[in-house]
C-alpha cells in the first residue's frame, strides 16, 4: 500500500470516528481507539484539528451556506468527487452502530401534512424545463425546500389564521419560509426541543427550528424548561437567548419590541441576527424596550400582559393572574369568567341568583357543593356538641367554636363596591354605617357592597369581596385549580379581612382558617376597627382551604349581636408562582 | 475576574498571534462585532476538548453568556479571542468535572496536544473561511443540501436520515465524503494561492 493509500485511509478513519463522536454515537472501544489515534499519530491529530476547525467555521460563519440557498446554479465540480472516490475506495470500515429509530408517537397525533414549498428560482426553472421530463423528475427531487417538522400545536382557543387552515392540537407544524399571521384567538405551540410558546392575535410569527421563533409582530410568551435552554426568540429588531425561564415579548407594528423576563434570566441582543447591537442579561422582573435605532431602555415591567397558558375547558387564557375566591363562588374559575351566580346558600350546597333575607339555623352538618368544581362544601359552623366536619374528605375542626347556630342571608360575593362610604348625608339624623344600609338595600342588596370599615384604602372597581356572615364556613378545593396551571404553582391565600361597612360598629367575630382540617389562622373577638391580613402559606400537597366566620363568643348581647356580624375578605385570593 | 494580558497569553497557548490581537473597545456596543471574529476559534477550541455537538454548543453558549456578563471586566487592549478561551477553559473544566465518571471524556493530554496543533498555524482561521466558501460553492446541490440541514438548520445525523429517507449509516458515509471533499478542495485551493 502506498504512503498515500495510508493516509486516506487515517484520514477517512479519523473523519468517521469524529463524525461519530460530535453526534453522540460513539461506542467506548472506538472512542478509546480515538484517543489512541490522536494521542499517539500527529498526522491523525493534524487531520482531526481540521476537520474541527472545518466544522467550526461551517456552524459559525454564517455567510459561508447563508447564500448558498440557490442551489440551482452552482456549478457541480467533478473533479472533487472523482479525487476523493479514490480516498473513499481506500479507506477502511469503520462500524456505525445501527440505532433503533426510536418510537416518537407517544400518543396518536394527527400530523397534517404540508404542501412542498418551491424556491423562486426552482419554480422557474420547473416552468422552463415542462418539456424535459427527466430534468423534472431530478428537479422534484431536489429542488422543494425539505419539510421539516419542528413543532406541535398543543392548545388553541378559537384561533383563525390568515390561511384559513384548522390548526388543530396535535398538528404539526413545518418549518417555514413565510410567516404565519394569527388574525383571532390565542394558540399554545411545543417545539421538538422542548420550549413552548403562547401566541395571542394579532400576530405574525414564523418557526425557523426546533428551538428558534421569529415575531414579527403581536405577543408571545415562551416558557423554556432547564433542558431547552438556548431556545431562541428573533424580532425584527432583536433576539431573545433564554437561559432556562419564561419570558413574554411583544412585537409592535413599527418592528419595535419589549421583553418582560417573569422567571430566571435570558440575554437580550438589539439589531437582528448579523447586526451588531447592544447585549444585556435579563432577570426575572426586569423589562426592556427595544426602539427602532436599536437602544434599549429600561421600561415597567408588566406581570399580567401576556397569555400564559390556555385552558381551553373554560375557554380562557391564564395571564399569571391570582385566583379570585369571590368568582369562584360567582360560578367562576377565578379569573374573573363567573356570571352565573351571586352566591351559594349555606344549607343547600346551590348557587343562588337572588339573595333572600333570611335568619336561620343550621345543624352544623357538611353540605357538599357541585356547581363549582372548586368548592368542595358549606356548612354551618357550630363546634358545641365536638368536632365538625369540614371536607368531603372527612377532615374535622376540633377547635371551632360554640355557636348558636344561627346565620344570615347567605354566602355573598361583592363583584364591585360601588357604594360609596362618603355619601351619607352629614344632616341625616341616623348614623352613617345605617344610612349605608339602608341605601344599599335600595339600591340592590348586596351586590352594590362594600368596603371595609377600617380600611385606609378606598377599594376600586379590582377590588372584590366575599361576605361571610356569622356563622357560615366554606371549603375551596384547591386541586382542580392547581391541575388547571400545569406552569404554575399555588403558593398562599391572601385577603384582608374584618368587619363590613354597612355594619353597626358593636359588632365583633371570630375567624379561622383551615388547611385540610388544621387550624392555620384563629383570630377572636375582631371588631371595629380591628384588620387582619391574611397570608397563609399552601405547598402543593394541601387540597381544602376552609373559610369559617363564627359570632364572637365574647359578646353579651348573644343571637341580636351576631345578626350583626357581617365579616368581608376583602381580595379573597389564592396566589400563584 | 479580571485577566492581564500575559495571564492570558500565558493560560491560552492559543492561536494567540491572531490579528485580531489588540482591539480597542469603545463601548458595549462592540462585544457583538468582538465575538463575531473569534467564536469559531472559541467554538474549535471546545470541541477540541469535547468532542460532542450538542455538549460543544451547550459550553459555547456558556461561555458567551459569561464573556456578555463580564465584557465591563474585558481590558481593552488584550486579546478578546484569549480572554473568550479562558472563559471556556473553565467551562470545559466544570463540564468535565461533572461528567467525571463518563467514559467519553477526553483526558488532558489530548486537549494539549491538539492546542499545539492550533498554535502551528496562527492565520489557518482566516485563510480557511477564505477558500472554504469557494469549496462549498463547487458542491453538488444535493451535497449542500446536506450541509444546510447540518449546519443552518442544525439537524443531527438522525434527523438528516429521516429527511433523505436514507439510514444514518448512508448519512455518515455523504456527510463523511462531502467534510473530506471540502478539506481536499481547502488544501488544494491554498496550496495553489501560495504557488501563485
Same mark, same amino acid.
Given at each position: 500500500?502506498?504512503?498515500?493509500?495510508?493516509?486516506?485511509?487515517?484520514?477517512?478513519?479519523?473523519?468517521?470516528?469524529?463524525?461519530?463522536?460530535?453526534?453522540?454515537?460513539?461506542?467506548?472501544?472506538?472512542?478509546?481507539?480515538?484517543?489512541?489515534?490522536?494521542?499517539?499519530n500527529?498526522?491523525a491529530?493534524?487531520?482531526?484539528?481540521?476537520?474541527?476547525?472545518?466544522?467550526?467555521?461551517?456552524?459559525?460563519?454564517?455567510?459561508?451556506?447563508?447564500?448558498?440557498?440557490?442551489?440551482?446554479?452552482?456549478?457541480?465540480?467533478?473533479?472533487?468527487?472523482?479525487?476523493?472516490?479514490?480516498?473513499?475506495?481506500?479507506?477502511?470500515?469503520?462500524?456505525?452502530?445501527?440505532?433503533?429509530?426510536?418510537?416518537e408517537?407517544?400518543?396518536?397525533?394527527?400530523?397534517?401534512?404540508?404542501?412542498?414549498?418551491?424556491?423562486?428560482?426552482?419554480?422557474?426553472?420547473?416552468?422552463?424545463?415542462?418539456?424535459?421530463s427527466?430534468?423534472?423528475?431530478?428537479?422534484?427531487?431536489?429542488?422543494?425546500?425539505?419539510?421539516?417538522?419542528?413543532?406541535?400545536?398543543?392548545?388553541?382557543?378559537?384561533?383563525?389564521?390568515?390561511?384559513?387552515?384548522?390548526?388543530?392540537?396535535?398538528?404539526?407544524?413545518?418549518?417555514?419560509?413565510?410567516?404565519?399571521?394569527?388574525?383571532?384567538?390565542?394558540?399554545?405551540?411545543?417545539?421538538?426541543?422542548?420550549?413552548?410558546?403562547?401566541?395571542?392575535?394579532?400576530?405574525?410569527?414564523?418557526?425557523?427550528?426546533?428551538?428558534?421563533?421569529?415575531?414579527?409582530?403581536?405577543?408571545?410568551y415562551?416558557?423554556?424548561p432547564?433542558?431547552?435552554?438556548?431556545?431562541?426568540?428573533?424580532?425584527?429588531?432583536?433576539r431573545?437567548?433564554?437561559?432556562?425561564?419564561?419570558?413574554?415579548?411583544?412585537?409592535?407594528f413599527?418592528?419595535?419590541?419589549?421583553?418582560?423576563?417573569?422567571?430566571?434570566?435570558?440575554?437580550? $441582543?438589539?439589531?437582528?441576527?448579523?447586526?451588531?447591537?447592544?447585549?444585556?442579561?435579563?432577570?426575572?422582573?426586569?423589562?426592556?424596550?427595544?426602539?427602532?435605532?436599536?437602544?434599549?431602555?429600561?421600561?415597567?415591567?408588566?406581570?399580567?400582559?401576556?397569555?400564559?397558558?390556555?385552558?381551553?375547558?373554560?375557554?380562557?387564557?391564564?395571564?399569571?393572574?391570582?385566583?379570585?375566591?369571590?368568582?369562584?363562588?360567582?360560578?367562576?374559575?377565578?379569573?374573573?369568567?363567573?356570571?352565573?351566580?351571586?352566591?351559594?346558600?349555606?344549607?343547600?350546597?346551590?348557587?343562588?341568583?337572588?339573595?333572600?333575607?333570611?335568619?336561620?339555623?343550621?345543624?352544623?352538618?357538611?353540605?357538599?357543593v357541585?356547581?363549582?368544581? $372548586?368548592?368542595?362544601?358549606?356548612?354551618?359552623?357550630?363546634?358545641?356538641?365536638?368536632?365538625?366536619?369540614?371536607?368531603?374528605?372527612?377532615?374535622?375542626?376540633?377547635?371551632?367554636?360554640?355557636?348558636?347556630?344561627?346565620?344570615?342571608?347567605?354566602?355573598?360575593?361583592?363583584?364591585?363596591?360601588?357604594?360609596?362610604?362618603?355619601?351619607?348625608?352629614?344632616?341625616?339624623?341616623r348614623?352613617r354605617?345605617?344610612?349605608?344600609?339602608?341605601?344599599?338595600?335600595?339600591?340592590?342588596?348586596?351586590?352594590?357592597?362594600?368596603?371595609?370599615?377600617?380600611?385606609?384604602?378606598?377599594?376600586?372597581?379590582?377590588?372584590t369581596?366575599?361576605?361571610?356572615?356569622?356563622?357560615?364556613?366554606?371549603?375551596?378545593?384547591?386541586?382542580?385549580?392547581?391541575?388547571?396551571?400545569?406552569?404554575?404553582?399555588?403558593?398562599?391565600?391572601?385577603?384582608? $379581612?374584618?368587619?363590613?361597612?354597612?355594619?353597626?360598629?358593636?359588632?365583633?367575630?371570630?375567624?379561622?382558617?383551615?388547611?385540610?382540617?388544621?387550624?392555620?389562622?384563629?383570630?377572636?373577638?375582631?371588631?371595629?376597627?380591628?384588620?387582619?391580613?391574611?397570608?397563609?402559606?399552601?405547598?402543593?400537597?394541601?387540597?381544602?382551604?376552609?373559610?369559617?366566620?363564627?359570632e364572637?363568643?365574647?359578646?353579651?348581647?348573644?343571637?341580636?349581636?351576631?345578626?350583626?356580624?357581617?365579616?368581608?375578605?376583602?381580595?379573597?385570593?389564592?396566589?400563584?408562582? | 475576574?479580571?485577566?492581564?494580558?500575559?495571564?492570558?497569553?500565558?493560560?491560552?497557548?492559543?492561536?494567540?498571534?491572531?490579528?485580531?490581537?489588540?482591539?480597542?473597545?469603545?463601548?458595549?456596543?462592540?462585544?457583538?462585532?468582538?465575538?463575531?471574529?473569534?467564536?469559531?476559534?472559541?467554538?474549535?477550541?471546545?470541541?477540541?476538548?469535547?468532542?460532542?455537538?450538542?455538549?460543544?454548543?451547550?459550553?459555547?453558549?456558556?461561555?458567551?453568556?459569561?464573556?456578555?456578563?463580564?465584557?465591563?471586566?474585558?481590558?481593552?487592549?488584550?486579546?478578546?479571542?484569549?480572554?473568550?478561551?479562558?472563559?471556556a477553559?473553565?467551562?470545559?473544566?466544570?463540564?468535565?468535572?461533572?461528567?467525571?465518571?463518563?467514559?467519553?471524556?477526553?483526558?488532558?493530554?489530548?486537549?494539549?496536544?491538539?492546542?499545539?496543533?492550533?498554535?502551528?498555524?496562527?492565520?489557518?482561521?482566516?485563510?480557511?473561511?477564505?477558500?472554504?466558501?469557494?469549496?462549498?460553492?463547487?458542491?453538488?446541490?444535493?451535497?449542500?443540501?446536506?450541509?444546510?440541514?447540518r449546519?443552518?438548520?442544525?439537524?443531527?445525523?438522525?434527523e438528516?436520515?429521516?429527511?433523505?429517507?436514507?439510514?444514518?449509516?448512508?448519512?455518515?458515509k455523504?456527510?463523511?465524503?462531502?467534510?473530506?471533499?471540502?478539506?481536499?478542495?481547502?488544501?488544494?485551493?491554498?496550496?495553489?494561492?501560495?504557488?501563485l
Amino acid at each position: 500500500m502506498t504512503h498515500s493509500n495510508n493516509s486516506n485511509k487515517l484520514l477517512h478513519e479519523v473523519a468517521t470516528l469524529l463524525a461519530l463522536c460530535m453526534e453522540g454515537d460513539i461506542q467506548p472501544e472506538q472512542f478509546d481507539h480515538l484517543q489512541t489515534l490522536l494521542r499517539g499519530n500527529p498526522a491523525a491529530r493534524e487531520h482531526y484539528y481540521r476537520l474541527l476547525a472545518m466544522h467550526a467555521t461551517l456552524q459559525e460563519t454564517e455567510s459561508i451556506l447563508a447564500l448558498q440557498n440557490d442551489l440551482s446554479k452552482t456549478p457541480y465540480d467533478q473533479e472533487l468527487w472523482d479525487a476523493l472516490s479514490v480516498e473513499e475506495q481506500t479507506a477502511t470500515a469503520i462500524e456505525i452502530p445501527l440505532v433503533k429509530q426510536p418510537e416518537e408517537i407517544i400518543q396518536h397525533v394527527e400530523r397534517k401534512k404540508i404542501p412542498f414549498a418551491f424556491s423562486k428560482s426552482s419554480r422557474f426553472t420547473f416552468a422552463a424545463s415542462i418539456a424535459a421530463s427527466l430534468l423534472i423528475i431530478l428537479l422534484l427531487r431536489f429542488a422543494p425546500q425539505p419539510i421539516v417538522e419542528v413543532a406541535t400545536v398543543t392548545n388553541s382557543i378559537n384561533s383563525i389564521f390568515s390561511d384559513n387552515k384548522p390548526y388543530q392540537p396535535g398538528t404539526r407544524l413545518a418549518r417555514q419560509d413565510d410567516p404565519l399571521w394569527l388574525q383571532k384567538g390565542v394558540i399554545e405551540i411545543e417545539f421538538d426541543y422542548g420550549a413552548s410558546v403562547v401566541i395571542e392575535a394579532p400576530a405574525e410569527f414564523k418557526l425557523n427550528s426546533e428551538e428558534n421563533i421569529s415575531l414579527l409582530s403581536g405577543r408571545l410568551y415562551a416558557h423554556v424548561p432547564d433542558r431547552s435552554k438556548g431556545f431562541m426568540v428573533e424580532t425584527p429588531n432583536s433576539r431573545v437567548i433564554d437561559l432556562g425561564t419564561e419570558f413574554g415579548i411583544k412585537v409592535d407594528f413599527d418592528g419595535t419590541s419589549a421583553l418582560h423576563m417573569i422567571k430566571g434570566k435570558a440575554s437580550l $441582543f438589539s439589531g437582528s441576527r448579523g447586526q451588531t447591537g447592544q447585549g444585556q442579561i435579563l432577570t426575572a422582573g426586569q423589562a426592556r424596550h427595544v426602539d427602532s435605532k436599536g437602544d434599549i431602555q429600561t421600561i415597567q415591567m408588566r406581570e399580567n400582559e401576556f397569555a400564559r397558558t390556555l385552558l381551553p375547558d373554560q375557554g380562557i387564557v391564564w395571564r399569571g393572574q391570582d385566583f379570585d375566591l369571590a368568582d369562584i363562588v360567582r360560578g367562576g374559575s377565578g379569573l374573573g369568567t363567573g356570571k352565573s351566580g351571586i352566591g351559594i346558600d349555606p344549607t343547600t350546597g346551590n348557587s343562588i341568583s337572588i339573595i333572600r333575607p333570611q335568619d336561620l339555623h343550621g345543624q352544623g352538618e357538611y353540605t357538599p357543593v357541585s356547581f363549582s368544581p $372548586f368548592i368542595d362544601g358549606v356548612f354551618i359552623p357550630d363546634g358545641g356538641h365536638g368536632p365538625i366536619t369540614v371536607s368531603s374528605e372527612g377532615h374535622q375542626c376540633t377547635d371551632c367554636p360554640d355557636t348558636d347556630g344561627f346565620f344570615r342571608y347567605e354566602i355573598i360575593s361583592c363583584p364591585q363596591m360601588v357604594v360609596d362610604p362618603n355619601r351619607y348625608k352629614s344632616d341625616d339624623p341616623r348614623p352613617r354605617e345605617e344610612q349605608l344600609m339602608l341605601m344599599a338595600m335600595q339600591e340592590g342588596y348586596p351586590s352594590r357592597l362594600m368596603g371595609l370599615h377600617a380600611a385606609k384604602q378606598k377599594p376600586g372597581p379590582e377590588d372584590t369581596s366575599l361576605l361571610l356572615h356569622a356563622n357560615m364556613g366554606l371549603t375551596f378545593d384547591l386541586q382542580p385549580l392547581q391541575a388547571m396551571l400545569p406552569g404554575g404553582k399555588i403558593v398562599r391565600f391572601s385577603a384582608l $379581612f374584618g368587619i363590613a361597612e354597612v355594619c353597626p360598629e358593636p359588632s365583633d367575630l371570630d375567624l379561622m382558617v383551615l388547611v385540610d382540617g388544621r387550624t392555620q389562622l384563629k383570630k377572636q373577638d375582631i371588631a371595629h376597627p380591628n384588620l387582619v391580613d391574611i397570608q397563609i402559606e399552601l405547598s402543593e400537597s394541601d387540597r381544602f382551604l376552609t373559610l369559617m366566620v363564627t359570632e364572637s363568643g365574647s359578646n353579651s348581647l348573644g343571637g341580636l349581636n351576631a345578626a350583626l356580624d357581617w365579616g368581608l375578605f376583602l381580595n379573597p385570593k389564592v396566589e400563584i408562582e | 475576574m479580571n485577566y492581564s494580558y500575559k495571564e492570558l497569553k500565558n493560560t491560552a497557548g492559543w492561536n494567540m498571534d491572531n490579528k485580531d490581537k489588540l482591539i480597542s473597545v469603545s463601548d458595549s456596543k462592540s462585544f457583538l462585532s468582538l465575538l463575531r471574529r473569534c467564536q469559531t476559534q472559541i467554538h474549535t477550541y471546545i470541541l477540541c476538548q469535547v468532542p460532542n455537538r450538542n455538549d460543544a454548543e451547550d459550553i459555547l453558549q456558556d461561555t458567551i453568556v459569561v464573556m456578555l456578563d463580564k465584557f465591563s471586566e474585558y481590558r481593552e487592549g488584550t486579546s478578546f479571542l484569549a480572554w473568550g478561551i479562558a472563559i471556556a477553559r473553565n467551562k470545559i473544566k466544570s463540564f468535565k468535572y461533572k461528567n467525571r465518571n463518563s467514559k467519553m471524556i477526553f483526558d488532558d493530554s489530548i486537549g494539549r496536544l491538539l492546542e499545539q496543533e492550533a498554535s502551528k498555524n496562527p492565520e489557518f482561521f482566516q485563510d480557511e473561511s477564505r477558500v472554504l466558501k469557494g469549496c462549498v460553492e463547487k458542491l453538488e446541490p444535493k451535497h449542500k443540501r446536506y450541509l444546510l440541514l447540518r449546519y443552518e438548520q442544525d439537524m443531527t445525523y438522525r434527523e438528516i436520515g429521516r429527511q433523505f429517507n436514507v439510514s444514518m449509516q448512508a448519512v455518515y458515509k455523504m456527510m463523511t465524503r462531502i467534510q473530506l471533499s471540502l478539506l481536499h478542495c481547502v488544501r488544494l485551493s491554498l496550496q495553489r494561492e501560495s504557488s501563485l
